[in-house]
């Protein structure tokens, strides 16, 4: 019986100080990009950090939460920032980064109820005005060649061109569209994979969709 006790307080010990190390070099990696971050604590997140500045020189941002979220979803927000910058956005809005849910119509925990999944709804920058993805996302554009495809207006352009990039970059797992299905009619949902099981920032492979 003693010989059990003392093994499972060792296997927590190492548990612990796996999620410890996880915790550090993962939020090191936010320091190192100048993310302003505090620490967090939400049932079920493993890494739990609340982002209080920009990510990547977006600012993102919420009518009723604050970003907490993973600190690897975290990491994979920053480095995506670039392709929206690039497009001319700086603002998004999201819901729902931490939601404890299931998938609809399983018995299956979303990812957001890890802080690794966030939906956005809008984007926006001084030029293009603000871009809603239920109203300027041109669906069933593109195929495996052209992921594009031809986009009738400049929002709807804008909207294609970064899911694409967001896809294929590999820093996410999942990325979610109104061409996935009617749930996702009004946002992309973007999920990264816990820090643990990643090997480097990006993958090699693009992310499901």
Not at 43 to 54: F, M, N, Q, S, Y
Not at 59 to 76: N, W
Not at 141 to 158: R, S
């Amino acid at each position: 019986m003693r010989i059990a006790i003392v093994l499972v307080v060792l296997l927590l010990g190492v548990a612990r100080a796996a999620h410890a190390d996880s915790l550090g070099e993962c939020t090191a990696e936010l320091d190192a990009r100048h993310v302003a971050w505090k620490p967090a604590a939400r049932p079920g997140i493993a890494l739990a950090v609340e982002v209080t500045g920009k990510l990547g020189g977006i600012a993102l941002t919420s009518e009723d939460q604050p970003l907490v979220i993973d600190c690897s979803l975290a990491v994979s927000l920053d480095e995506a920032g670039r392709y929206v910058a690039a497009l001319g956005l700086d603002r998004a809005t999201f819901s729902s980064a931490y939601s404890r849910r299931n998938v609809r119509g399983t018995d299956h925990a979303s990812k957001h109820s890890f802080g690794l999944a966030i939906d956005v709804h809008t984007f926006a920058g001084s030029d293009l005005g603000t871009l809603r993805v239920d109203r300027d996302f041109e669906q069933g554009l593109g195929d495996e060649v052209d992921c594009v495809g031809k986009p009738l207006t400049q929002g709807g352009a804008v909207l294609k061109v970064l899911q694409c990039q967001l896809v294929r970059s590999g820093l996410f797992h999942l990325v979610l569209s109104p061409d996935y299905d009617d749930a996702h009619h009004d946002h992309f949902h973007l999920e990264a994979l816990p820090w643990k099981d990643r090997t480097s920032i990006r993958s090699q492979l693009p992310a499901i969709h």
